[in-house]
């Protein structure tokens, strides 16, 4: 198959919507970066390895609240990060208005059993994850507050699935990596199947709009993943 990155579109010159404005400045997010780690819910940090105190005489007695759903029973989450990776598309494709890259065309993307969705799904959100960290040293103050608002969000996904497919909750422990721009580019490639005209993702990424357009790529991804994969494993 012939190469998805093959094409190019030059969208330089045009300017990002207001919409995407923060109020953080660049140093906020840099140690942001240093320093976050990937999230979970605090109920899977506790089922990881807390159980309820119990009074003298009593027989431990595990909190219900802090059990980590099977994957057969995680309709509800599923359904969550469905709706936000949905929502981060319209939010990046708003903000950038005619300087949005069009959406690629990607292979079948539905998985061949519930186990490998999951274990391909922590795939994608910790690529989100690097993939947000790596956009956060070279993105302008003015967007750092909208990046970091999606890169929490990225960060809870990947949580949530780390611990439910039995992975560490954070791979890189108490301080995340970024991802090279290449590194990114391999994880998601054999995913496309043609940019439709969007702009290179391997092409060096020279402003704003670039690096935001960049990650609506990925945001389509992914968007696209559980659109196809949570109806079909959660009905």
Known sequence: MTSPFSLTNDQDGVTASDLLQGGSRRSFLRRSALGIAIAAPVGL???????????TGTTPTANP???LPSLADSKAPFTDIQAHENAHVAFLKTALGSAARPKPTFVPLLQSDINKFAATSQVLENVGVGAYLFGAGAITAKYLGAAASILTVEARHAGFLDVLIGKPISPNGAQDKPLTQKEIVDAAGPF?????GG???AATLKNDVDILNFALLLEYLEAEFYNTNVPHYFP
Do not use: F
């Open 45 to 55: 940090l506790a089922a990881c390895g807390g159980t309820t105190t119990p009074t």
């Open 65 to 67: 609240m802090l059990a």
């Open 192 to 196: 496309i199947k043609n940019l439709n």
């Open 199 to 201: 702009t290179n993702p």
